[in-house]
């Protein structure tokens, strides 16, 4: 089952819950001009978080899918949504445009550089490239500039059904789960480069009001603060490990 939240004005979580994973997998669409969804879902997923985000706007009206990098919660069922929304266009950097998602998409992607604004009506989004944050090469992620919205992908990542939506801060619980999964067959999810400091002190300087992850709740707050804890937990727990 899908939950939806809506986790700001127009800005919808639709949340499947995975209990054999104890986890939880986001994605995010914004009601605007031309909708925008941020993460697809797994293709098996699809048909429930379609059903859940048909109960807020007709599929089809969707404009741009959006999603940090190559991966399969995070553009698995992209196809899928391209086939339905006639109009629908991938949105990604530049990076993986090149790498991955003009040979994998039925439609030529949106490929934005560092920096580009996107307008999907009374709302503009902003690219931000991290690369290796969280994951993969060619990674990025979009902060909206009009509610000062981040999202995130599988950053302040958490385990567990905590609800949509917290005011308490996450920074320290999301980096505990990072050292405990150091142990297991997902060590090393998120590398720690030479750049990862400032990528994350970046991000943090944007001062976001609401952090939305891919897993776990969304953060409302003092993103600025957040951020920059979550940035020096990381150095203390991945950076002396990874250096």
């Given at each position: 089952m899908v939950r939806i939240a809506e986790i700001a004005p127009n800005v919808f979580q639709l949340s499947l819950y995975v209990a054999e994973l104890q986890l939880p997998f986001n994605e995010f669409l914004v009601v605007d001009d031309e909708p925008?969804?941020?993460h697809t879902g797994h293709r098996r997923s699809f048909e429930m978080v379609r059903q859940a985000l048909a109960a807020i706007v007709d599929p089809a009206s969707l404009r741009w899918?959006?999603?940090s990098h190559f991966e399969a919660d995070e553009c698995g069922a992209l196809n899928q949504w391209l086939a339905l929304a006639p109009r629908a266009q991938p949105l990604c950097g530049i990076l993986a445009a090149r790498t991955s998602v003009a040979d994998y998409a039925d439609r030529p992607p949106r490929a934005l550089a560092a920096g580009e604004v996107i307008a999907t009506g009374a709302r503009r989004f902003v690219f931000q490239r991290t690369p290796h944050v969280p994951h993969g090469w060619e990674a990025g992620l979009?902060?909206?500039q009009t509610?000062?919205?981040l999202f995130c992908s599988d950053l302040l990542g958490q385990r567990g059904d905590q609800g949509a939506l917290t005011h308490g801060s996450v920074a320290e619980q999301s980096v505990q789960a990072l050292i405990q999964m150091q142990a297991g067959p997902m060590a090393n999810s998120i590398p720690y480069t030479p750049y990862t400091d400032t990528i994350?002190?970046?991000l943090a300087a944007l001062r976001p009001a609401l952090i939305a992850p891919m897993?776990?709740?969304a953060f409302e707050g003092d993103g600025e603060r957040e951020l920059q804890d979550y940035a020096q937990g990381l150095a203390g727990a991945l950076g002396?490990?990874?250096a």
């Open positions: 925008l969804l941020f899918i959006g999603f979009l902060f909206e509610g000062r919205l994350l002190r970046r897993h776990g709740p002396s490990a990874q």
